[in-house]
């Protein structure tokens, strides 16, 4: 019984941090396209807004001059492997207002 909680633990543990690297990966595409990681994140999960380590995790960026890029299409995938398709719906419709605007200024 011992060995078996260890290993569910050794799962959940590396699941967080997978989930953890998810939401930074989401959160520096975000401040690469000038959004604000926390406000799309709350559109697509209105009452997350109290969910201290998304919102820690959210914090975990660098400037956008420090990061690397992150494609569209990228960032899709990884939010669909974790199942995250509220946000991930909500990123599309960024992404189509993002697309919209670099039109409109050409």
């Not at 974790?82 to 719906?89: C, I, Q, R, S, Y």
Request: hydrophobic fraction near 40%; glycine fraction near 4%; include cysteine.
């Amino acid at each position: 019984m011992n060995r078996a909680n260890e290993i569910s633990e050794k799962v959940i543990n590396n699941y967080q941090k997978d989930e953890g690297m998810m939401i930074i990966i989401y959160a520096q595409w975000c401040v690469n396209n000038g959004l604000d990681p926390k406000a799309v994140y709350l559109k697509a999960y209105p009452d997350q807004g109290n969910n201290e380590y998304v919102m820690h995790m959210l914090e975990q960026t660098v400037a956008k001059e420090e990061a690397e890029d992150i494609t569209n299409e990228t960032l899709l995938q990884v939010l669909s492997l974790f199942g995250n398709e509220d946000l991930a719906f909500t990123v599309s419709k960024e992404i189509d207002a993002l697309e919209a605007k670099k039109n409109d200024s050409k």
